[in-house]
């Protein structure tokens, strides 16, 4: 069965207790939709809240990170027939309002994938390191890290496939496979909140940073000269 | 005294014995155990007959024959960690998409998932 005026809101998580409940609510009330807490692995109560809040909880066994429990929600959405995702993050950052905004050039078919940018909240670094991925990508997006992403059915389906199993990061790498598959990316302008409680989980130690930078210059310069494909069937 | 053909001959014997022990007693999934009965071949025939490489070298216009065992033991390691780590590569991708589905599963049955990760006494 599928449903292609339904969407989903898809909510990765890894101890966002005292945030992921109130979230899940403002969404369900402004939107009326389904919302999946995408559980990575959490040690607090971000299960139990989320579910308390009227989220389906999909409970990681293993942590996947923020990429790999984005794709078991695109996974998850895909089996039950919906058309379009919405991933946003559960420490707050992110307004459920602007929602609105990220599917407008999707209903519009002027894109496959939105991005809600907001580049004014990068620190210093966090610039400098995504004008480097744009110069070495060629990509033409200011804000490449962002979580707050809304996903059509070609998307989802290319996102869902076993080839973007192997990505860590939510940005670059995502971002040149649906460029491969000549899948359209446009950004949309969206207002942030400063992170309500604890810290990004790639940006917090210069041995990650590091490790990031590394990983995904790599993966940038080994995906040089391939040419987009159409997308692969369903997963 | 023992000769340099004896103590080459002791190696590659043991080392083939114990790969075939490790094989015979399936210790070593298929593919692999491939991989290393083929080392295991070698290094006994090379252990029998250590002048093979000397021959090999004269012919391939190496003047330093130990060389050749050495470079061309290191390659076939190179080739063994490279060939692991794809395969790793390859385990990887599957573990994540067995969570992945693992934690569908559990969506579609939270009340047995809660159920499951209350300890127990029984084993």
Redesign the interface.
Known sequence: MTHPDRRIVLIPAYNEEPTVGSIVCQVRQLWRCPV?V?DDCSTDATAQVA?AAGA???????Q?GAW?AI??GL??AL?HGYHTAITLDADGQHEPQDIGALLQPLAAGEADVAIGAFPERASRARRIAWSYFRWLTGLQLEDITSGFRAYNHAAMAVLAS?EA??IDYQDVGVLLILRRKGLRTVEVPVSMQPRALGASRVFRSWWIVGKYLLQTSLLCIARVGLNPSPPAPDD | MITYQLTSMAIGVSLAIVILFLVRRDHLHGPYAVWWIGAAATVALLGFFPRLFDVLALKLGISYPPILAIVLGFSMLVVKILTMDLERSRQERLIRRLAQRLAMLEAQAPERSDASSQPSDTP
């Open positions: 999946v995408i579910r389906t909880v999909l409970p990681l066994t293993i996947l790999g794709q078991t996974r998850h089996r076993r199993s192997l």
